[in-house]
């Protein structure tokens, strides 16, 4: 499959058709190392974690399948080369019936791409369609995609909800622009003809890029400009006023900061004819919905809205009350009779609760290892639960023992995230450790393995991040690792299905774990009170992991009061290097209401 702008995670080429080997990948310190040479060290490293610490792992072993892809090759069904035959996806009028032809599609394959061709999409304009096939290298529609298009080109308000990975964003951008280049027809140089909300800036990001490629023949008569937190607001204003965009894609914050105070932005908006609210469930769970109440009440009555969101929690259908008609048109691509859980069939799932929590740090290094080692073209995703701990145990890894881990959190600066993000979407054999800020909508191409260290924010957040993987049809692993007190989590993921991991529980949980291993583990700790970055990070995530434990004490098993959590606090603290429990201050002690809790020590 060939490379260029992806649609919301989906690559180009008939449907399931073999990936490249894609160009000379980035890595840490900006090195470059070239694909003959990686699968040299892939081999190496291969050959070393055998004889070391006791061979592969059955959970990470590539299967057999073409051109080594994880997963193996898709069985054919009739008529299309390696798909697999699924249920069509169903329009179902919300509230008050819609005259319109059901949006039900053949569906050929389990990657949610139908039988239908972009270049047989005739209502869509020559500039997209020849955008789509020559700069984005797209051919076939997606599921969500196919059932969005026509009651959305209809002026119709929609609800999409679809699995991750399958094409929401330009099942939004196709119509969007359609709808676009009609408001076009009559509208002034002073009006913005279409808005996309996003919650994080790396979605953002994505969007506006994905647009741009889609207007690439088009740029005489549609700009795309973003708006978002980390950049500078007077330069995006005078973006703004330069050239008034006909896509403005922002992140809520952002955006309602520019409509108090950038001149003229309320009248510019008040022809508005497309408004698109992008992962609407996230929007409400980072607690933006009275931003999003605030900017509808400077939007026209008079619109289209797109919403679009993988999951249904009860909250979101008061926001779909105030911002789509109520003759919107629902298009679920999923129909799972659970609003809730959308991961993806082909995402392999497991789990293992370590029994003793001292084996934590050495149990992260062996599973990271085991991924890396088990796929020459490896592409993992470790997620830690918060940024500080994310910053931790990459310093660890980068500076201890020797790994090269990028990473990506909220403690990053804008720049530096993109940067990061670029890299590891371009290319192959890289480990990325991350907050919950790759967590939704971002597309990461091939992501071979997504692993889950300690308790996820919720059931939700746990489905967003396995979305990062098995997308566009390919197969995807999944491990959760848990400690003994977080085992509780198991029973908020439901009928999810996640089964345990009997290989990688025997062996977390042995009586004696590797010795070569544990050695390894342990010289690289040591190291943490001689390196003054990997000391500060370490004191950083005590403070970071005291916070977000204090906040999730009942969740824990044998629901923890304060001194309890002081206390497993401290043992932390020993396991990722530290002497003892780093000072804090005597605001942020209160902050966390834990002033009086014996064993913190206050500076």
């Not at 992806?6 to 840490?28: C, K, M, S, T, Y």
């Not at 639960?385 to 201890?400: D, E, I, Q, S, Y």
């Not at 629901?559 to 932390?572: G, Y």
């Amino acid at each position: 499959m060939q490379g260029g702008p992806r649609q919301g995670g989906l690559g180009g080429g008939a449907p399931l058709a073999a990936r490249a080997v894609g160009a000379p990948i980035g890595a840490v310190g900006g090195h470059l190392a070239g694909q003959q040479q990686q699968q040299q060290q892939f081999l190496q490293q291969q050959q070393q974690f055998a004889a070391q610490f006791g061979g592969g792992n059955q959970f990470f072993q590539q299967q057999p399948g073409a051109g080594g892809a994880p997963g193996g090759a898709f069985q054919a069904a009739p008529g299309v080369p390696g798909a697999f035959p699924l249920a069509s996806a169903a329009a179902v009028p919300a509230a008050e019936p819609v005259d319109l032809v059901q949006a039900q599609r053949s569906i050929v394959n389990e990657s949610f791409m139908t039988a239908e061709r972009f270049d047989n999409q005739t209502q869509v304009c020559a500039e997209s369609r020849r955008a789509l096939k020559e700069v984005m290298k797209l051919e076939w529609l997606t599921e969500v995609q196919a059932g969005t298009l026509q009651p959305a080109l209809q002026g119709l308000d929609i609800l999409g909800r679809a699995r991750t990975g399958t094409g929401k964003t330009l099942a939004f951008l196709l119509p969007a622009v359609e709808n676009l280049r009609k408001a076009n027809a009559g509208r002034t140089t002073r009006t913005i003809p279409v808005l996309v909300i996003s919650p994080t800036r790396e979605l953002a990001t994505q969007i506006t890029n994905q647009a741009k490629a889609l207007t690439t023949f088009q740029t005489d008569t549609i700009s795309v400009q973003v708006v978002m937190g980390g950049t500078n607001m007077s330069s995006e204003a005078k973006r703004i006023m330069a050239r008034t965009p006909g896509i403005l894609v922002g992140t809520p914050g952002r955006l309602l900061d520019h409509l108090k105070n950038t001149t003229n932005l309320t009248q510019m908006i008040n022809n508005l004819s497309v408004l698109v609210l992008d992962e609407a469930d996230q929007l409400l769970e980072m607690g933006f919905r009275p931003d999003i109440e605030r900017i509808l009440a400077f939007l026209p009555k008079r619109r289209q809205t797109l919403l679009f969101s993988a999951t249904m929690p009860t909250g979101l259908r008061e926001v779909v009350g105030l911002a789509l008609q109520k003759s919107h048109v629902v298009i679920d691509c999923i129909n799972d009779h659970d609003p809730n859980s959308h991961t993806n069939a082909q995402v392999e799932q497991e789990y293992v609760v370590l029994e003793d929590f001292q084996r934590l740090v050495t149990s992260t290094v062996e599973v990271v290892l085991a991924a890396r080692a088990s796929d020459p073209n490896h592409k993992i995703i470790g997620f830690f639960p918060t940024a500080r701990l994310t910053g931790f145990f990459a310093t660890f890894f980068n500076r201890a023992l020797n790994v090269p881990v990028l990473e990506i959190h909220s403690r990053k600066s804008q720049t530096q995230r993109n940067k990061t993000s670029d890299i590891f979407r371009q290319g192959h054999g890289l480990i990325l450790f991350s907050s919950d800020v790759s967590a939704r909508g971002v597309d990461y191409p091939d992501v071979t393995h997504v692993l889950q260290f300690g308790l996820p924010e919720s059931r939700e957040q746990y489905v967003h991040r396995l979305g990062r993987t098995a997308r566009a049809g390919r197969a995807g692993r999944g491990l959760l690792v848990l400690a003994p007190f977080e085992e509780p989590f198991l029973r908020e993921l439901g009928t999810m299905p996640i089964t345990k991991s009997a290989d990688w529980s025997a062996r977390l949980n042995a009586p004696q774990l590797h010795p070569q291993l544990e050695q390894t583990v342990q010289e690289a700790l040591m190291r943490v009170g001689q390196d003054g970055d990997l000391h500060r990070t370490a004191e950083q995530a005590y403070q970071a992991w005291l916070g977000f434990y204090n906040s999730n004490m009942r969740r824990m098993k044998g629901r923890w009061d304060k001194p309890q959590l002081v206390r497993v606090a401290n043992v932390f603290a020993t396991l990722i290097g530290l002497e003892q429990p780093p000072a804090l201050l005597k605001r942020t002690v209160g902050k966390m209401g834990l002033k009086g809790v014996p064993g913190l020590r206050i500076e």
